[in-house]
């Protein structure tokens, strides 16, 4: 159906925009639509919002259906053929190339081959409430903070971002319009995700947060639904989820956790669930690498009703939770590497978190709200580094290719202290899982050309050369004498007019001033320092 209507749209006069390919129409457009919003297409009276065109026509709705548009006019499909192809760009008429997630039959459901191409999308959990700890975070969120986090989500290629709200009526009656005001002003969409662990488990509470809205220019939607999740949820059982759906009309994709797995295949009883994610494959849940077994044992269960997440760290040193889970090996680029690999089997990824400073799983500044009381963390510990490192592999997540690396540029990270380290002044004990963590410097080198590099640590220095064009891993391991600040180049050899080869510096970082590692430190903190470097020198 969706092919029939971009045939359809080109032969009324509009142009079509999908997945970054636009089909010119023969005549003046009178409407731009961008089918990236129209993945679920099924039939003319879907309504079409002023966010899914690019010029709204002027009818004083706020929404037309295609038969508004002069669909009912030309042939359904079976029942006759345009008399001329569209024309393609550059003004050739001819064959119609189908565009990713477009086909000559009908639009497939998430579990069918034909539909493994369908445009990806990556969101962001904005973990904006978590609890009673976190009320004095985003309480003092302005609209001005919400716009600054979307635009800089919106510059590396973000989609839609993920809400966590909970209980609290000032969520409801001020941070949620914030929220949805700031997204409209940008191409980024959002949808609330209850958290269930503070949200009440009350269906018609649920129902009217999202009923509120869901018209709203910057709700995400998938398949022309808006889209609903959550973290937990189980206690609105399963009559309760679909009273949800059908007095909202909604897409649910829920991280539910305390039912049977197996209770998730379609022909079972949470098998009516559009979609489900999996919040804990993010990290590998024991002493090993992070692998993709958990990821295909969901798949197996849901097909590609299945969506997945990825994060780049997690620990957490309160008195009530206090763990590690094994973030070696690359984690964040080896966790992208993994998903490009299934992206076949994957419409939706989840990025977490954009500020859970509390469980040092953030891609944010550290300005993106207040660190929950107790926390000694995440101070002077950035992860945005991280954010600018993920526009490469969320390019190529989307696109289905490697991008060519443009950047000469290091990311690197590091704990502050050794994994065995005894703190000298800390009231808890060492975390569990602290024996999972290796003493390492971490690094993903980007070369334009060949290149070296060279890290080092207080007076060690160590260098890895002839690094191939594109992405390479790096480590330095650290040993009992390392200490002090980190400090990072990148050379590249040019070939001078006079036939001469010279090694030239083309970027540096030093942490000099601002993170040193020491083998004795005063509280425990396994979190990591992230950072960056690139040709403008310090970031």
């Known amino acids: 159906m969706a092919s029939f209507i971009l045939f359809s749209l080109l032969a009324l006069g509009l142009s079509v925009t999908t997945h970054g390919k636009r089909f010119m129409s023969p005549s003046q457009p009178l409407i731009e639509v961008d089918l990236g919003h129209l993945d679920g297409l099924q039939d003319r009276s879907l309504r079409l919002h002023p966010r899914d065109v690019d010029v709204f026509p002027n009818t004083g709705a706020d929404s037309i259906t295609l038969e508004e548009l002069g669909l009912n006019a030309l042939p359904l499909p079976g029942a006759g053929q345009l008399q001329e192809p569209p024309l393609l760009p550059g003004g050739m008429g001819g064959s119609l190339e189908f565009p990713p997630g477009l086909s000559n039959s009908n639009d497939e459901e998430p579990d069918s081959p034909a539909s493994s191409a369908r445009r990806k999308y990556v969101f962001m959990h904005h ?36 809400l966590n709200v909970g209980g609290d009526q000032w969520q409801f009656d001020q941070q949620l319009n914030f929220a949805y005001e700031a997204a409209a002003k940008t191409s980024v969409r959002v949808f ?37 999740s959550s973290y937990s949820g189980t206690c609105l059982g399963v009559d309760g989820w679909k009273e949800v759906r059908s007095k909202t009309g909604g897409y649910l994709m829920p991280f539910t956790y305390e039912q049977d797995y197996q209770d998730l295949r379609k022909d079972m009883t949470w098998g009516f669930l559009d979609s489900w994610y999996c919040w804990g494959c993010a990290w590998p849940q024991g002493n090993y690498s992070k692998n993709t077994a958990d990821d295909h044992y969901y798949m197996d269960i849901l097909g590609k009703r299945y969506a997945t997440t990825i994060s780049g760290w997690i620990y957490t040193h309160y008195d009530y939770k206090n763990f590690y889970l094994r973030g070696e090996d690359w984690l964040l680029a080896t966790r992208w590497e993994q998903l490009f690999d299934l992206r076949d089997q994957l419409t939706f990824v989840e990025m977490i978190t954009w500020n859970d400073f509390g469980e040092s799983d953030y891609f944010g500044p550290l300005t993106a709200g207040l660190q929950p009381e107790g926390t000694t963390w995440a101070t002077n510990f950035p992860h945005d580094a991280w954010l600018d490192m993920s526009q490469y592999y969320i390019e190529a997540f989307k696109t289905g290719s490697w991008p060519i690396v443009t950047e000469n540029e290091v990311y690197f990270w590091c704990r502050p202290h050794p994994a065995a380290a005894n703190a000298l002044n800390d009231r808890l004990t060492k975390p569990t899982g602290w024996d999972w963590a290796s003493d390492a410097l971490w690094a993903i080198v980007f070369c334009t050309a060949r290149c070296d590099v060279e ?67 005063e509280m425990y903190n396994y979190n990591v320092y992230v950072g960056k470097a690139m040709a403008s020198g310090l970031s």
């Open 127 to 162: 973990d904006w409430v978590d609890g009673l700890l976190w009320w004095t975070d985003t309480y003092q969120y302005t609209p001005d903070a919400w716009l600054s986090d979307f635009e800089r989500m919106e510059s590396c290629g973000i989609d839609a971002v993920a």
């Open 192 to 228: 609330i995700s209850f958290d269930f662990t503070a949200f009440p488990c009350d269906v018609a509470q649920t129902i009217r947060y999202i009923n509120n809205f869901q018209d709203h220019p910057a709700q995400f939607r998938y398949a022309g639904k808006p889209m609903i």
């Open 455 to 521: 890290l080092w640590m207080g007076s060690r220095h160590q260098m890895y050369p002839g690094l191939p064009t594109g992405v390479s891993k790096i480590k330095m391991d650290l040993g009992s004498d390392d200490e002090g600040f980190i400090g990072v180049r990148m050379y590249l050899s040019i070939t001078t007019p006079s036939f001469e080869v010279e090694r030239i510096q083309v970027a540096e970082h030093s942490t000099q001033g601002s993170f040193e590692y020491s083998q004795f430190p």
